[in-house]
Structure formats: C-alpha cells, structure tokens
C-alpha cells in the first residue's frame, strides 16, 4: 500500500499517521487525530471499518483487507477523507 500525503498551501502536511515514514525527521508532529474505526463485528462475523460517528463503512472477512481499504479510503484522494478533514475542522 503507498503512502499519500496532502500538502496545503501554508506546507502542513494531511494524510493518515504511519510507521513506515519516520515523519519526526520532517518536523514536529501535530494535530494527530483519529479518523476512523476497524472493529471486528461478532454478530456479523466481519471486520467492519466505520466513521468516528459510528457509520460501517465497510465490511470484510479479513482484518488486513479491512485495513487497507481504510487506509485507501480514508488518505488524500479517498472518498472520505474530505468528510473526515471537514469534522476534525468543526472540532477545532
């Protein structure tokens, strides 16, 4: 899965937090925020991947499956990242 970063015109860097960028050597770190849920459904028997307001989004058999959609869907250029940018806005 590649990694996608959004930079905004003051160059604040927007994407999903990973590992496998070690993003402290570009920088201080802020604004962490947690954009979605992939929780594991017993009645359902699937993984489903939901919004912060509790919406399933997605559901798979398989937890890493569910994590890359999310991953893919919730980055730069996925459908519910500007959903996502737009809530965490309205909190601050």
Same mark, same amino acid.
């Given at each position: 899965?590649?990694?996608i @970063? &959004?930079i #905004? ?8 937090y990973? #590992?496998? %960028?070690n993003?402290?050597?570009? !920088?201080?770190?802020? !604004? ?7 929780? @594991?459904?017993? #009645? ?19 937890? &890493? #499956?569910? %994590? ?8 730069? !250029? !996925? ?13 601050e």
């Amino acid at each position: 899965m590649s990694v996608i @970063f &959004e930079i #905004d015109e003051s160059g604040n860097m927007h994407g999903l937090y990973t #590992d496998e %960028i070690n993003l402290f050597s570009l !920088g201080k770190v802020t !604004g962490v925020r947690k954009a979605s849920n992939v929780e @594991f459904c017993e #009645d359902r028997q699937v993984w489903q991947v939901t919004t912060l307001d509790g919406q399933v989004v997605h559901e798979c058999k398989n937890r &890493e #499956d569910a %994590i890359e959609w999310e991953i893919a869907e919730f980055s730069p !250029g !996925g459908k519910y990242y500007e959903q996502e940018v737009a809530t965490n806005k309205r909190k601050e």
